[in-house]
């Protein structure tokens, strides 16, 4: 069972404010990950980390920012929000290593929709 | 580039009806090929991680497959609560650790 935590759930909010949503996990791992899935399309991977001050970007250009000041936290940033940010959020986690040890974790997710 | 393709996109099945879903991957050096249920706004749950040509995995009524072009979810006599829309990823040798992902399959069992 995966204890990875996302808040919040859901989040309505306006144009040009600044939001962070945030993820933790309790299981120790040193990889996380952010993915963004908009309603019935693949998920996109838009930034990772493989640990504490580690972060890169992913293969889908994002507006976002993240930072990994804690093993456990990983908190992804909106300057200023606008519709086209509108979309699913998903976190995940993994540990290092090869085979069962990649296998990636994810969170419940935060729906944003940006007016 | 990576590539995942699913089929069908979507598959509606009667209670008992035992069926397969398809996953067709391009990749550059495959080191793992991923299942995962998602449920309405829920996040991927794991089912399965596959690496190489022949191997299977069984969890319930649910098995996997894999070949080197393409992997099949094979559901025998589902439920109505095996109904989730079912995501297949890949990650490759080279880049990023992360997962492409297909688009999935919408499955419906109806009681």
């Known amino acids: 069972e995966a204890d990875i935590y996302q808040t919040p759930r859901y989040l309505v909010i306006g144009t040009g404010k600044k939001i962070t949503l945030e993820c933790s996990q309790t299981m120790g791992h040193d990889k996380m990950y952010w993915y963004q899935q908009d309603p019935g399309m693949e998920l996109h991977l838009i930034h990772y980390s493989y640990g504490v001050n580690s972060t890169e970007k992913g293969d889908l250009s994002s507006e976002s920012t993240v930072s990994r000041i804690r093993t456990e936290h990983f908190p992804l940033t909106l300057e200023s929000a606008r519709p086209s940010h509108t979309s699913q959020y998903l976190c995940?986690?993994?540990?290092f290593g090869r085979g069962e040890q990649e296998t990636q974790y994810f969170g419940p997710g935060t729906r944003l929709l940006v007016l | 580039e990576d590539q995942v393709t699913q089929s069908p996109e979507a598959l509606r099945l009667q209670e008992g009806e035992s069926s397969s879903l398809n996953c067709s991957y391009t990749v550059s050096g495959l080191r793992g090929l991923f299942w995962y249920r998602q449920d309405p706004g829920k996040g991927p749950e794991f089912l399965f991680t596959?690496?190489?040509a022949g191997e299977e995995k069984e969890k319930e009524r649910l098995k996997a497959t894999l070949t080197k072009k393409e992997s099949f979810l094979h559901i025998t006599a589902p439920k109505p609560e095996d109904s989730a829309t079912y995501l297949c990823?890949?990650?490759?040798?080279?880049?990023?650790?992360?997962?492409?992902f297909g688009k999935g399959t919408h499955l419906i069992i109806q009681p």
């Open positions: 995940a986690s993994s540990e």
């Open positions: 596959l690496y190489s």
């Open positions: 990823a890949v990650q490759s040798g080279g880049g990023a650790d992360g997962l492409t």
